[in-house]
């Protein structure tokens, strides 16, 4: 199982970026797909996450200025960033859980992308 992270790259605050996550070798229609994103000396953080249902959920921090979206079986999860702002600089990590058709915030992810950067500039 592969996920492939794209789209990343450098952009004025005020602008967007549309990231993508390609999965291989299974589908998660019935898992979580999610996107978090650690910066320089911070935790890693819950940016956004897709369920099984569609349901979306965001961290509060993106919340209003970014979107996840995903195809029926969860081969593609995109995240759309606007208004992007320096904070938001970080490399970026798609996930997918290996638990069906469970989702907690906090639960842990089997599989995960190998990160994009994210670079906002003031």
């Known amino acids: 199982v592969q996920l492939q992270a794209s789209g990343g790259g450098l952009v004025q605050a005020g602008g967007s970026l549309r990231l993508s996550c390609a999965a291989s070798?299974?589908?998660?229609?019935?898992?979580?797909m999610a996107w978090f994103r650690q910066a320089p000396g911070k935790e890693r953080e819950l940016v956004a996450a897709?369920?099984?249902?569609?349901?979306?959920t965001y961290g509060d921090s993106v919340r209003g200025r970014f979107t996840v979206s995903s195809d029926q079986f969860r081969t593609t999860t995109d995240l759309q960033m606007d208004s992007l702002k320096p904070e938001d600089t970080a490399i970026y990590y798609c996930?997918?859980?290996?638990?069906?058709?469970?989702?907690?915030?906090?639960?842990?992810?089997?599989?995960w992308g190998q990160g994009t950067q994210v670079t906002v500039s003031s």
């Open positions: 996930a997918g859980s290996n638990v069906f058709r469970y989702y907690d915030e906090k639960m842990p992810y089997a599989y």
């Open positions: 070798g299974r589908t998660f229609s019935n898992n979580v």
């Open positions: 897709v369920t099984w249902t569609g349901t979306r």
